[in-house]
């Protein structure tokens, strides 16, 4: 229900953004003009739609899920009132949801209000990324944990480690070949050239480090798996923001305009930009939306805060993101008939509902910030999203090059503090 909640926020945030849809209401609703002026929204309804709309809105869906993580701040038992009012009462949490973003059109001194709130997004959104990129690097340990834990019983994981890792790095290297094919030309796209070989250039570095005897004395478990598995992401984002780049124009011996630093069938992809506009938009918060309910669960909340299973009690299996068999067994041995609703928890409740809140809270920035084209705000709408901007090639590349020191932090921090004990 809540993810309904935030799927319906958002389409009415895309529809805020776009100018097609803003043009088909004053064509088609009659007395548009004095629809506009009779609920005070201008001439023309311009204060319901563009940046400043969207911000109002995400603000108050922002709120609603803040006062919702503080309300389930510390709650251990899904039996208590406050886990009653996370876990029911819809109608009413639709009813406060849609006060909450209608009133934020009523803030006075709106100016001041979105000038400070655009920070506040943009903090939100960047920790939102954060927590992405914390939990990748935690599943790529995870994963290498869990399959190397198998060969103690069976070589036949060695098999699957060693076919994994080259498959990861045949991606890598494709990927960035490809690139430096379709994105760079003999003359020019210097920008392009140092990025790819930048990127290039730490993987390798990564590959290198999570190899290296010092490293392999402090974390045995650690290795080309992992590196693998980053090595790929920066390589799909290395993409991602290349192909966010606004088009970049130049003339040809014959004086006309044509792009450069693109593929040559990138134009073909957008004749129906409609049809790129709706299937783009969509995947983009699919993914979000995904990203919101994997970092809620039990697992993802434990990764964040430092606690792993023992490596010793690892069990092996190819589906390692689910628990084993007994420990299923268990919890569903404790569900009601009816309402999937765990009681009597054993270690508190299924998830954090204070966390769940809180990753809502952060997506809801993230989502404001991404659909205004975070800081090209001015001049933002759904349509041209997919055409390119700076802001977004600048905040891709950022995350890149987060995700890659994330992952050397933990590499290099057991050498830093050999006095302390690191899980991974």
Not at 295 to 308: E, N, V
Not at 335 to 359: A, L, Q
Not at 388 to 400: D, E, L, T
Request: glycine share 8%.
């Amino acid at each position: 229900m809540y993810a309904l909640y935030f799927i319906l926020v958002v389409l009415i945030c895309c529809v805020m953004m776009s100018k097609t849809v803003a043009n088909e209401m004053k064509e088609r609703i009659p007395f548009y003009e004095d629809i506009c002026k009779g609920i005070k929204a201008g001439d023309t309804c311009e204060k319901l739609v563009g940046y400043s709309a969207v911000y109002r809105v995400c603000f108050g869906m922002a709120c609603f899920f803040f006062i919702f993580c503080l309300l389930t701040l510390n709650i251990s038992s899904s039996k208590g009132c406050r886990a009653h009012i996370h876990n029911g009462f819809w109608f009413f949490k639709l009813l406060l949801l849609g006060a909450m973003c209608s009133g934020a059109f009523f803030i006075p001194d709106q100016e001041t209000f979105l000038n400070a709130w655009r920070y506040v997004g943009a903090i939100g959104g960047f920790i939102f990324i954060g927590i992405q990129l914390i939990l990748l690097v935690e599943f790529a340990h995870k994963w290498n944990k869990n399959w190397t834990a198998g060969t103690a019983s069976n070589k036949l994981w060695y098999a699957a480690l060693a076919l994994v890792t080259l498959i990861m790095y045949s991606i890598a290297t494709g990927g960035l070949i490809l690139m430096a094919v379709f994105y760079t030309q003999k003359d020019g796209c210097l920008e392009n050239k140092i990025l790819l070989g930048l990127n290039g250039g730490l993987c390798l570095l990564i590959s290198v480090v999570a190899i290296s005897p010092c490293v392999q004395n402090r974390q045995p478990h650690s290795g080309l798996l992992q590196s693998g598995l980053i090595s790929c992401y920066v390589t799909y984002l290395t993409f991602s923001a290349l192909s966010s780049k606004p088009v970049e124009v130049a003339l040809d011996e014959h004086g006309k305009n044509v792009t450069i630093c693109v593929p040559d069938f990138g134009q073909d992809l957008y004749r129906d930009e409609n049809l790129v506009t709706g299937l783009g938009t969509t995947l983009l918060f699919v993914c979000i939306l995904y990203s919101c309910l994997t970092s809620t669960t039990r697992s993802s909340s434990d990764a964040l805060q430092g606690r792993y299973a023992a490596p010793e009690l690892e069990v092996a299996r190819c589906c390692f993101c689910f628990g084993p068999d007994g420990e299923d067994t268990e919890e569903q041995q404790n569900v009601k008939e009816g309402p999937r609703v765990i009681y009597d928890e054993k270690r508190g409740t299924v998830y954090s509902y204070s966390y769940f809140h809180f990753v809502f809270f952060l997506a809801s920035l993230y989502v404001m910030m991404t659909v205004t084209s975070w800081f090209n705000y001015e001049s933002a709408n759904i349509e041209t999203f997919f055409s390119g901007s700076w802001s977004i090639f600048w905040v891709k590349m950022a995350s890149c090059w987060m995700c890659v020191l994330l992952y050397l932090g933990t590499l290099v921090a057991p050498l830093c503090c050999p006095s302390r004990q690191f899980s991974v």
